[in-house]
């Protein structure tokens, strides 16, 4: 009855399970996965969207549909206006709206690969794009980025490697990645633009926590991977990926872009394209559109409010760690992930660790694997890792973390004894 491509494994996840028991028994969970930052107590988000929708109300735009498949120019001119300060030739024609950042993966996908081709995506990474390139039938394979001397780095000869095998379509590249928090330096944009500059692939830079960056961010790292003027007809064709989800912290909006570079007449042939695609929906409300200008306006606010809260609750997280003396904290340079890392001989079970942490003193928390974070350090020791969300109060960031060494030290307690 239904297409492979639907043919997912229903069985609810083992662990969201034992989370909505431990609810429906009333039971209260510390909820360190928690991404979503309407639950996370903002100001200034909500603030600029209530002053939007206030001006909005009044707007007789809002009574008619004309709607262009690219989008309303006024927000496109603004999203160009954004990247425009970050350094990057961009017009507004050159600038499509989607609901998502997950609808622009979408979109390229369908432009870009056949059934059965392969796009490139980086590990660890975001679980999602399995699933986005699934519904597209498209195959994803993937290329490391390697911890090691205190950072991420891209596994460059891995990806040339991989981008020779037969069917790849694109590379993406997640700046700052999720759940790393690396960024791009300037070598490996330089070095991702001329692989796929010279195999002919399309590059897709995900650059939804772009804004994000905290304070052990390279200053030389780019802003985005837009290039500037002069550089756009050597590269590559270019797609890059953001939205009101993260950088404005609204995922309610549902408004985000795909932002197209590159040679011009290739990229004028991938804009004609996108343009088809996005007609056949035209998903993006006409209300939202005529907000996003303004609120795009309040970006510099909203990222302060959420870089502020982040910083905080990491320091809170490294405290916790440089106390316990057995855990540690992997260095992030953006985003709104932290990767906690466990020794042991050998270390815990990520997923029987998650699991007595939840029925134990209520704390959810992510396992390293469902980020395809690898169980190696760099000398090759086994080790595991879990993932946690930064934007939570520093307070509940603290009591998480205090109940993650407390239940490392019961472990290492009932090994030893045994
Ligand atoms: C790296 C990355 N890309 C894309 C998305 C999806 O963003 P959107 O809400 O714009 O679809 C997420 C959401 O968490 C993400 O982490």
Known sequence: MFARRAGWDLTPNALSERMARRRAAGLPVLDLTESNPTRCGFGAPSQALGEALRRLAGDPRNLRYEPDPRGDLEARRAVAAFHAAQGAALGPESVVLTTGTSEGY????????????????????????????????????????????????????????????????????????????ALTSPGEAAALRALCRERGLALVSDEVFAAHRGAAAPPDAP???????????????????????????????????????????????????????????????????????????????????????V?????????????????ELLPSEGGWAAILRLRGAPPPD?????????????????????????????????VSHLVLSMLLEPADVERGAAAIAAALGTQRGARSSR
């Open 106 to 181: 979408a979109h390229l996908f369908r432009m870009l690969a056949d059934p059965g081709d392969v796009v490139l995506v980086p590990t660890p990474g975001y679980p999602l794009f399995e699933i986005l390139a699934g519904l597209e039938s498209v195959e994803i394979d993937s290329y490391p980025l390697r911890f090691g001397g205190g950072r991420w780095r891209l596994d460059l000869d891995a990806l040339a490697a991989a981008a020779a095998r037969p069917g790849v379509r694109a590379v993406l590249t997640v700046h700052p990645n999720n759940p790393t928090g």
């Open 223 to 309: 802003q985005t991977l837009l290039p500037a003027a002069d550089a756009a007809e050597d590269g590559p064709l270019l797609f890059a990926l953001s939205g009101a989800s993260k950088l404005l912290a609204l995922p309610q909006l549902k408004a985000a872009w795909i932002a197209v570079s590159g040679p011009r007449t290739l990229r004028e042939e991938a804009l004609a394209r996108l343009e088809v695609i996005a007609d056949s929906y035209l998903s993006v409300s006409g209300l939202v559109q005529l907000a996003l200008p303004e609120l795009l306006r309040a970006r510099d606010v909203i990222v302060r409010e959420v870089t502020a809260r």
């Open 311 to 327: 910083t905080a609750s990491r320091s809170r997280l490294a405290a916790v760690v440089a106390a316990s003396g057995q855990l």
């Open 350 to 382: 990520e997923d029987a660790f998650v699991a007595a942490l939840l029925d134990g003193p209520g704390v959810a928390i992510h396992p390293g694997w469902l980020f395809d974070v690898p169980p190696e350090d760099e000398q090759g020791r086994s």
